[in-house]
Structures are given as C-alpha cells and as structure tokens.
C-alpha cells in the first residue's frame, strides 16, 4: 500500500529557499571571478593592432583595430625591435625626424581620437619604443590611421612593425578579487545553513566520529 506523502513544513521550505538562493549566488560569483581573471590575462597579451610599416618616407597605412578593453589605465603604440641592447637615446638617435599622427576612426570615419608622434618623445618600454601614447576608448571594430608626415631616414630600407597593447598594472584585477570574495562568503553561509539544519544526531557523529565503537552491551 502506497504511503500517502507527507508535505514539506513552511520552515523547511524556507531552509530549501536559502540554500538555493545562497548556493547559487556563490556559484555566480564563482563564474564571475574565474571570467574577469582569463580576460584580464588575455588583454595582457593581445594586440589590437599590428602593422608593418616603413618608417624611413612620408606615407599614410591604415589598419584593422579591434578593441576589447576599456579597462585599462592607458594604451599605447610600440615598435618592435630585434635587439635587447638598445637605450632611449640609441632609439632616439635611430629614429631621428620621424614625425607624424595616429588617428583611429570608427567603422564610418568618424575620429576617435588623435595623437601626434614624435622621434623626441619615443621611451623603452621593457624591449620596444613606445610610439605615442591615449586612454582607452569604447570596445569594439575600427580603424587605425597613421600618417607619416617626416620619416626617419636613418631606418631606409628597414621595415618596421608597429602594434598596440594595453597598458594594465594588475589593478584591473580589483573587480575579480571581489567577485571571488563574494563567492567564498556565500558559498560558507550555504555550508552554515546546511550544517544548522542536519540533525542533531548527525552533527555530533561528525564532530565525534565514531565515539560509540568500542562499547559494549552489557
């Protein structure tokens, strides 16, 4: 004979509730952390850009630029090199007269913004000279503009790749430290409404084990 079901307390219900509600908050959050981390380590690595140029003449090279952070602090333009031994003033004097403007456009042509470039003003950053320098602009598809009003004679027949990376100093980090301590609190008070509601027996053989082994009937 089928027993009939016996319906669940409000109480009990509202235990379920929680542990739903808290448990997947913490499995939110959780996602969340672990997403912020991978993409902040991809923005540290891409390149928006890149373009081999000659930068020894007057000329104008425009580029595919797909943006995909606006977190960062900064955003710059480099030069790549092959060497490891070179100092600003070895680029400067490489480098010398180089003069012109990187404009970046969106999709219909429209500036973005506009920075001016100069031989002068060219900095070691790790190994590559940077170009010029502009905060992050909204994510997404456009164009990267550069327009070489006076070349670096010295660099004739050497060409040369320019590329863009995000300037990120970890702080960038902040929002997945928060995310990951939100998980963490609400996934322990999951665990803490959990443990309230076993039984009280269940709850002394955990914390005691098997106490009772070892006595015996008399």
């Known amino acids: 004979m089928t027993q009939p079901l016996i319906p669940l307390a409000p109480k009990q219900i509202g235990v379920g509730l929680l542990l739903t509600l808290f448990g997947s908050a913490s499995l939110y959050f959780g996602i969340g952390a672990w997403s912020w981390n991978s993409r902040f380590y991809t923005w540290l690595d891409a390149r928006p850009m890149e373009l081999t140029v000659d930068l020894s003449v007057p000329a104008t090279y425009t580029v595919p630029f797909r943006q995909t952070c606006q977190m960062a602090h900064g955003q710059s333009i480099f ?12 680029v400067r004097d490489w480098f010398a007269g180089l003069k012109g403007t990187l404009t970046i456009r969106n999709l219909q042509g429209e500036p973005v913004l506009s920075r001016d470039f100069h031989s002068q003003h060219l900095r070691l950053w790790e190994d590559s000279p ?4 502009f905060y992050p602009f909204a994510t997404g598809d ?3 503009e550069f327009n070489i009003e006076q070349g670096a004679t010295a660099t004739q027949g050497v060409p040369h790749q320019l590329y863009a990376r995000y300037d990120l100093c970890g702080l960038e980090l902040f929002p997945a430290y928060m995310l990951g301590g939100l998980s963490i609190v609400t996934g322990l008070i999951a665990c803490g409404i959990a443990w309230c509601r076993l039984p009280a027996g269940s709850r002394k053989d955990q914390r005691c084990g098997v106490s009772k082994l070892g006595q015996h009937v008399e």
Not at 80 to 87: I, K, M, Q, W
Not at 130 to 133: I, K
């Open 142 to 144: 456009y164009l990267a």
């Open 130 to 133: 940077r170009l010029v320098g």
């Open 79 to 90: 030069i790549e090199l092959d060497t490891t031994s070179a100092t600003d003033e070895s």
